[in-house]
C-alpha cells in the first residue's frame, strides 16, 4: 500500500475531479493483527465545487484509541463536520468492539452543533442485549437507564450556551401476532419542551434549508445528467 495516491480529471486544463489519500500504518510482519496494529487514513476528494476532506480515520488495537473526521463543503460553504473519538478494544474470539469513552462533535451547515460524550458505551451496550422487556413500563425504565449514559447538548448558530439536548424516546409496537419495543431520537429544549426529530426539522419549520438542500441536490443531478 502506497504512503500517498493521487488521482485528477481535468476539464478545460482545470480540475474537474480529484482524489488524494494519505496512508500511515503499522502492521506485523506476519500479517494483520488487528489485536496489536494501527492504521490512520486521510483523504480528500473533490467534485465540482464539491468537496469531502476526512481529516483522519484512525485505529489503534495496542491502545485501543479510535478517532474520525470530515468535512464536507459545497463551493466552499459548510455542510456538515463531523469528529468521533473513543477509546475501546477488538477481541477476535467474540469478534466484537468493545467502546469505552466516545466524544462526538457534529456540524450542520454552520446552523446546529451537536457536541456530547458517553463515558461508557459498552454499558449501553450491555443494557440493551440484556433488556427483554415484557410492558412497557419496563421499557421506560430501560431507556431512562440509558439516557443517563451519554450526553448530547444541541447549541445554534455557532454559540457556546447549550439550547437543547438529544434524548431517546421509548416505544412500543403492538400487533396481533408480536410486539416489540424500539426507541426514536427527540430533541428536548431547556424550557422542557420535547419533540421527535423527524416531527420538528419538518418542511414547515425549516423550508429555507430544506429548499437549499434541494438545490444542491439539484445542481449535481444535472451535472450528471450532461
Known amino acids: 500500500v502506497p504512503e500517498k495516491l493521487t488521482a485528477k480529471i481535468q476539464k478545460n486544463k482545470k480540475d474537474f475531479a480529484s482524489v488524494v489519500l494519505n496512508f500511515d500504518f503499522k502492521v ?4 494483520v493483527d488487528i489485536e496489536n496494529d494501527r492504521v490512520s487514513v486521510s483523504s480528500t476528494i473533490y467534485f ?17 484509541d479510535v478517532e474520525g473526521s470530515f468535512v464536507f463543503k459545497n463551493d466552499g460553504k ?3 463536520s463531523e469528529k468521533i473519538s473513543g477509546n475501546g478494544k477488538v477481541y477476535i474470539e467474540s469478534e466484537r468492539w468493545t467502546a469505552k469513552k466516545i466524544n462526538v462533535e457534529l456540524d450542520i451547515m454552520g446552523l446546529m452543533q451537536i457536541k456530547g460524550s458517553c463515558p461508557d458505551a459498552n454499558s449501553i451496550y450491555n443494557i440493551t442485549e440484556n433488556s427483554d422487556p415484557d410492558s412497557m413500563e419496563e421499557w421506560d425504565a430501560t431507556v431512562e437507564k440509558i439516557n443517563k449514559l451519554f450526553d448530547l447538548s444541541v447549541y445554534f448558530d455557532g454559540g457556546d450556551v447549550k439550547q437543547a439536548q438529544l434524548i431517546l424516546e421509548p416505544r412500543v409496537h403492538s400487533y396481533d401476532w408480536d410486539t416489540w419495543y424500539d426507541v426514536e431520537v427527540a430533541i428536548e429544549f ?3 419542551s420535547r419533540y421527535l426529530l423527524e416531527e420538528y426539522f ?6 429555507g434549508t430544506v429548499g437549499e438542500a434541494e438545490s444542491f441536490a439539484e445542481k449535481y443531478e444535472r451535472l450528471f445528467e450532461k
Open 28 to 31: 506485523s510482519e506476519g500479517g
Open 48 to 64: 465540482e465545487g464539491m468537496e469531502i476532506k476526512v481529516n483522519k480515520a484512525a485505529y489503534n488495537a495496542a491502545t485501543g
Open 78 to 80: 459548510l455542510i456538515l
Open 190 to 192: 431547556n424550557d422542557g
Open 202 to 207: 419538518n418542511e414547515d419549520n425549516f423550508s
